[in-house]
């Protein structure tokens, strides 16, 4: 599809006629047009369709920032639509996954953000830089070298940095920053940012979020809570004493807990909704040193807690029956073939019993993880047993994924 100022027809083209004219294929219209091969009408035929009709049409579009933005120059009446916060609402609703920006990493060599799509420059890449921050005169400056991400979340990333230590929550869309100390040793140390409205996530620029913060000491581990509503710590926090110290890896959230790994073969499950932790052991086999890394907290349908695991040549999906309560057990679901999904080199598991690829990113809303192989990342879909290749060689490390949908000062949106 040619949209204005991207086709051979765009007003920017000296050959351009004069009345522009927009082809839309069935693939753009879904149902609505999936009985035509294509249709085309002149630029001014497109204020004269109902808007019940173009409503319909425009909501089974794709919801990237980019697709956002094309649409707006089309015509005044679909720009008109597409400023309004009921429309990006529906169309949230309809598609049920807030789009893909890129990936946020942590390996300083190399650019800090990965832009997921090679057309992101419309919505502008330099505002996934990673700010430096100049808090006041009694602390040193932030540089993005300084700066370590902890979580992308619902539009927002936790960053750490600096000395104190200090938190900021960062919303590359709209430039919103917050930053507040921690006033913690950084050892053992693990957060994210979670909204709290009772909402569909993907929209969630203007509403209330917490940063989540996991303290572990060895012998306890505790967990306090930063509301962006009062400001501040809350004074009541979760405690359970435990030998386990928290990792490396992000955290998962499945419905209302979230979930840590341990370095001792144990997650810890924080229940936000009860403020209580909950340490769980996982399947005795996985306290192998073979399988560090390698085993990561996933969603599976009904917000049951799962585990996708990398086992030599296969991929073990489990499921954790009756979930955190006490009695509960690891049952395993089924396996996925490696070789059957990734191209992954069959005498590199041979000689090292272990496999070439490594689980980089768990995305819970899309309930996909990321494997990088030896060409690549690849997205695969652990419930449908596919994969798709998503990117070329990237650097070594965990990749935060960064999905947000509404982008000011592109497509001319209104506020919430």
Known sequence: ????????????????????????????????????N??????????????????????????????????????????????????????????????????????SSSDRFLPFDQHLGVVGVPRFTLPILYPDNRLPTLSTSHWEVLACRHGKVLLLGGASPMLLVWDPITGEQTLTRTHTELTYVHGTVV??????????HSSPWVVVWIVSTGREIKVRRWSSVTQSWNISQARVWFDGLVD????????????????????????????????IELPE???????????HVVPLDGD????????????????????????????????????????????????????????????????VILIRA????????????TSTKIMGETPRGTMFAYESFYIAGVAGVDEP
């Open 38 to 107: 294509s249709v085309s009408l002149p630029l001014a035929s497109w204020s004269q369709i109902p808007d019940d009709i173009t409503w319909n049409i425009l909501v089974l579009v794709s919801p990237h920032p980019v697709t956002i933005a094309r649409i707006a120059a089309v015509c005044r009446t679909w720009r008109s639509i597409v400023r309004t916060s009921k429309f990006l609402r529906w169309l949230m609703e309809h598609h049920g996954v807030t789009p893909l920006m890129g990936f946020f990493t942590n390996v």
């Open 374 to 385: 030896a060409d690549g990342v690849y997205e695969v879909d652990y419930q449908r047993k």
């Open 195 to 204: 909204c709290v409205a009772h909402h569909h996530h993907g929209n969630c």
């Open 285 to 295: 086999a996985m306290a192998s040193p073979k399988f560090r890394r390698h085993v």
């Open 248 to 279: 490396f890896r992000p955290s998962t959230l499945i419905g209302d807990v979230l979930y840590w790994h341990l370095t001792n073969n144990f997650l810890i499950a924080f229940d936000m909704a009860e403020n209580l932790l909950h340490p």
């Open 304 to 367: 049951v807690l799962g585990l996708a695991v990398l086992n030599t040549s296969v991929l073990e999906i489990w499921s954790r029956v009756g979930g955190i309560s006490e009695g509960s057990s690891w049952a395993m679901n089924y396996t996925i073939p490696l070789l059957s999904i990734i191209p992954i080199q069959d005498d590199h598991i041979i000689n090292h019993h272990r496999p070439q690829g490594r689980i980089v990113c768990v995305m819970e809303d899309r309930k």
């Open 1 to 36: 599809m040619d949209w204005p100022g991207t086709g051979p027809h765009s007003p920017g083209n000296a050959s351009a006629p004069h009345a522009e004219v927009i082809e839309v294929k069935s693939s753009l219209c879904g149902s609505i047009v999936r009985s035509m």
